[in-house]
């Protein structure tokens, strides 16, 4: 027997007469006509080599092999139905599953809250964080590790495509009890002999570019490198160091009972990105997330700006240097 002969249609014939016992009912309700009905529970009968109605000139009535077939053909229509409403949920970005990458920050302080209000809005759709270091960031998206990816701004690479989502100024967190604290306002050059701690590779390399970047450059150098900028906030916690790190950071560096000093002349910033692929799709899910997201921090970070930095920069009081474009060796 050729099962690749039965059609949906004449499943759903056949399943509509046995619930209605009676052609022109579910004809009705098919929206076909009579004959098409039972052309279609006669060819279903063929392929299956047996009758599944006994008819008669008043009534329908299932046989007895139709009765045993009733609930296989049932079960495939719902599933058919499963299929269908689960192709309708990923074209309209109502479900399906997400893989982002972010750096620690970002990962553990910014992202949860993010998803927990995307959810609200498409409660099927499953986000799976993957924690990943910053000169990583680009790298997985490339190769398709994870669909999409948030940090801080990386090499370009023509498999990734990057979106600025908002900038941030380079500052200083120290203790209250901290010598620069009492300065409201910092210079690069005030860093000088300044027990400095920075987090990874990524920062020591962007330190050093900032610190190219400012008149007179003389060597500020940290005197620690640690791997993660958590470590880095609670050497800076216990006074036993300052940390130059982004302002976004302050998220973490707040609770620790850590303060924040600009540092000015020049003013340095750093971009936090979303980075997708360029060369291949991704889920549509993936697609609505990387929308909501880039919306959801930069309202994030303009509440945070508030906070940490007493509003929004002026565009005339900063003189911005993008930070390094070429990979972290």
């Not at 409660?123 to 000169?135: K, M, Q, S």
């Not at 000093?261 to 003013?267: L, M, N």
């Amino acid at each position: 027997m050729a099962l690749s002969r039965i059609t949906l249609r004449q499943f759903e014939a056949f399943v509509t007469v046995a619930d209605a016992l009676s052609f022109a009912a579910a004809a009705e309700r098919l929206g076909l006509t009579s004959s098409a009905v039972s052309q279609l529970v006669g060819e279903l009968e063929g392929t299956l080599g047996f009758r599944v109605f006994d008819r008669s000139t008043r009534r329908v009535a299932l046989s007895s092999a139709g009765r045993e077939f009733l609930g296989i053909a049932q079960t495939v229509l719902r599933h058919v139905q499963l299929a269908e409403t689960a192709a309708a949920d990923v074209r309209n970005r109502a479900a399906g599953v997400v893989r982002i990458g972010a750096p620690l920050i970002l990962a553990s302080a910014v992202l949860p809250a993010a998803i927990r209000d995307f959810k609200r809005q498409r409660p099927n759709v499953a986000i799976h964080i993957r924690d990943v270091p910053v000169e990583m960031t680009v790298d997985r998206v490339a190769a398709g590790d994870i669909d999409l990816a948030i940090g801080p701004d990386r090499p370009s690479d023509p498999a990734v495509l990057r979106e600025t989502i908002f900038q941030s100024p380079w500052v200083l967190w120290c203790a209250a009890n901290h010598s620069l604290a009492a300065r409201k306002v910092l210079r690069w050059e005030d860093l000088r002999n300044v027990a400095l701690v920075a987090a990874s590779r990524d920062h020591e390399i962007s330190v050093a570019q900032m610190r190219n970047a400012a008149p007179e450059a003389l060597p500020i150098a940290p005197v620690q490198i640690v791997d993660n900028i958590t470590t880095a906030l609670g050497l800076a916690a216990q006074g036993l160091a300052a940390t130059p790190a982004p302002a976004y950071v302050g998220v973490i560096a707040r609770p620790l009972g850590l303060i924040m000093r600009r540092i000015k002349r020049p003013e340095a910033v750093r971009e936090v990105c979303l980075y997708r692929p360029a060369r291949r799709s991704i889920p549509p899910a993936a697609e609505a997330f990387g929308e909501f997201l880039v919306h959801w921090i930069r309202k994030w970070n303009s509440k945070a700006q508030v906070s940490w930095l007493g509003g929004a920069l002026p565009a005339r009081e900063r003189r911005s240097h993008r930070l390094p474009t070429r990979k972290a060796s």
